[in-house]
């Protein structure tokens, strides 16, 4: 008897190695088996065309070619070369990381050979990729939807020192003369003659009425302030360590490390100045807290580790010799502070105007003039400033309460001459319009940035009176205050001043006539080495 054929159902029922799908399984399992075929046949595309019950049976599949995405990959990597190749549109200065980027190296067959040309083409290709801010923006818009994220490390900062007390040695030789301590500098930097004081002799502590000395050769002692005390956090408040930059709520604070090497070349400097201007200028010194020293209680700053600002204020003061006149703010700004005046900015690094004219009181006070009334000068608003904090930290609660830059025009002009680090000169503005500058740019409202050299004459005095502000950024805000009591304001720079000018401090001040030298700096200028380092090129 012959074998019936299959029917077409059950050719398609059946796999073709002879492997019944049925077999071998329970009752339930067969249920199970069958709904599953059913199912999966009435969801086959098409129920005429065969299909596979298992993988050995389903056909091969032609693998699609992957010449199309390889090229396309290519063309897009070509044109992104293609349009990094492009000079003009390759910027030369981050608004959002407010800084000039890197420079183009200049070509010379000795860079090609040593290969410092193709380091810095490195540098440069890397620093200037066009779409720059638009890429960072992108990038923290992004970063936004992380939802719940670690804390970011902004930078680092390391263990300061012990602060010595009044009378304990320097890192400086204690045996030196005054007149031939040296501060410690590479060879490279220090003129021939270079020597500078190193001794803390004992300060006078005699003050007049007002705060002025009694005369050249006695230092100004801050008279002690009682109940100065920070307040204490609120129990809802937001702490956040990042690093060199501590958030509290909405504002940030910088960490400052003690650096006693740096902190004794620092005075070492200025009185080594001193010496050198004996007879023509006299030199003061205002060594300026950060906002960690006078916002943020004693306790979270010891639990953060930062060093205490006036311990190290009045150490660097012990130091500094008596033809140095010391102009202490510390406690000034802290009383003004408690009262509620708006000293610090909560996004950036740098004090207020107002922050720069409580010191510039107490340095009219030394100096012997009578301080001109805030009310007289002029007042410019520019709102929706973001610093340097909110640049590195990218606080929501910062971007949600940006500072305002309060600008005080003097009354006499507004005229600044300008020597920029390309040799330009310009006629700028002391307080310029901010209104349209990026939110990150409003500080450069105040004698236009930083310039190696400047310098503002008063058209309503002829009496040859002088003054020379040396400084780095934290001056900027404080040269506008002097302009009615002198008839040359001349600021420099010296980060910047080797670049348009080879002249040491004395020789400039002697060209000059320059009557006070006024040294002007945060206190985290004097734990830097470069920044030290600089400045005592410039003085020589």
């Known amino acids: 008897m012959s074998t019936p054929s299959p029917s077409p159902a059950q050719k398609n029922s059946q796999p073709s190695g002879g492997r019944p799908p049925h077999r071998g399984l329970s009752a339930p399992a067969r249920l199970l088996r069958r709904i599953q075929i059913r199912l999966y046949v009435f969801c086959h595309k098409s129920r005429r065309e065969p299909y596979p019950l298992y993988a050995d049976q389903a056909p091969p599949r032609k693998p699609r070619g992957t010449a199309p995405r390889i090229l396309s990959f290519l063309a897009a990597l070509a044109l992104m070369t293609c349009l990094a190749m492009l000079f003009p549109l390759r910027p030369s200065h981050s608004d959002a990381e407010m800084r000039d980027l890197a420079q183009f190296p200049d070509f010379s067959l000795s860079s090609v050979a040593d290969g410092s040309f193709f380091d810095g083409l490195t540098v440069w290709f890397a620093d200037t990729f066009p779409l720059r801010d638009l890429f960072l923006s992108l990038q923290a818009q992004v970063e936004k939807l992380y939802g719940a994220k670690t804390v970011t490390i902004v930078g680092s900062v390391s263990q300061g020192d012990e602060i010595p007390t009044f009378g304990q040695e320097t890192t400086l030789d204690p045996d030196a003369a005054h007149q031939n301590q040296t501060p410690t500098l590479p060879e490279s930097d220090v003129s021939p003659d270079g020597q500078a004081d190193a001794t803390a002799p004992e300060q006078d502590a005699g003050m007049q009425e007002g705060g002025q000395t009694e005369g050249q050769g006695e230092t100004g002692t801050e008279q002690p302030e009682e109940d100065l005390e920070i307040p204490a956090l609120d129990e809802d408040a937001v702490v956040e360590q990042l690093s060199t930059v501590l958030v509290i709520d909405n504002a940030a604070y910088e960490y400052y490390n003690f650096v006693q090497a740096q902190a004794d070349n620092y005075t070492a400097t200025l009185n080594r100045a001193a010496d050198q201007l004996e007879g023509i200028s006299t030199v003061y010194s205002i060594i300026?807290?950060?906002?960690?020293?006078?916002?943020?209680?004693?306790?979270?700053?010891?639990?953060?580790?930062?060093?205490?600002?006036?311990?190290?204020?009045?150490?660097?003061?012990?130091?500094?010799?008596?033809?140095?006149?010391?102009?202490?703010?510390?406690?000034?700004?802290?009383?003004?502070?408690?009262?509620?005046?708006?000293?610090?900015?909560?996004?950036?690094?740098?004090?207020?105007?107002?922050g720069a004219y409580r010191a510039y009181e107490q340095f009219a006070a030394a100096a012997g003039f009578t301080p001109t009334p805030?009310?007289?000068?002029?007042?410019?608003?520019?709102?929706?400033?973001l610093g340097t904090f909110y640049n590195?930290?990218?606080?929501?609660?910062?971007?949600?309460?940006?500072?305002?830059?309060?600008?005080?025009?003097?009354?006499?002009?507004?005229?600044?001459?300008?020597?920029?680090?390309?040799?330009?000169?310009w006629l700028y503005l002391v307080v310029a319009n901010v209104d349209n500058s990026a939110a990150g740019n409003k500080y450069g409202t105040f004698i236009g940035g930083d310039n190696p050299y400047s310098y503002i004459e008063n058209p309503n005095l002829s009496d040859g009176s002088a003054v020379m502000v040396v400084k780095e950024s934290y001056g900027n805000a404080f040269v506008p205050f002097l302009i009615e009591n002198y008839q040359y304001v001349y600021v420099v720079d010296y980060r910047y001043i080797s670049d348009v000018d080879s002249r040491h401090l004395a020789e400039l001040c002697s060209d000059l006539n320059v009557k006070d030298v006024l040294f002007l700096n945060t206190i985290s200028t004097t734990r830097s080495e470069k920044l030290v380092n600089l400045l005592t090129s410039f003085v020589g």
């Open 374 to 385: 805030l009310d007289t000068y002029t007042e410019h608003t520019y709102e929706g400033f």
């Open 392 to 425: 590195s930290t990218k606080s929501e609660a910062m971007a949600n309460t940006p500072d305002t830059v309060y600008a005080y025009e003097a009354p006499s002009t507004n005229n600044i001459h300008i020597t920029t680090r390309e040799l330009s000169d």
């Open 288 to 354: 300026v807290p950060n906002s960690m020293g006078i916002c943020v209680p004693d306790s979270v700053r010891e639990q953060a580790g930062s060093s205490d600002q006036k311990a190290a204020i009045d150490y660097m003061n012990s130091c500094l010799a008596g033809d140095v006149v010391q102009i202490p703010v510390y406690d000034v700004l802290l009383r003004h502070y408690l009262e509620g005046e708006y000293l610090y900015f909560r996004s950036d690094h740098h004090w207020t105007a107002l």
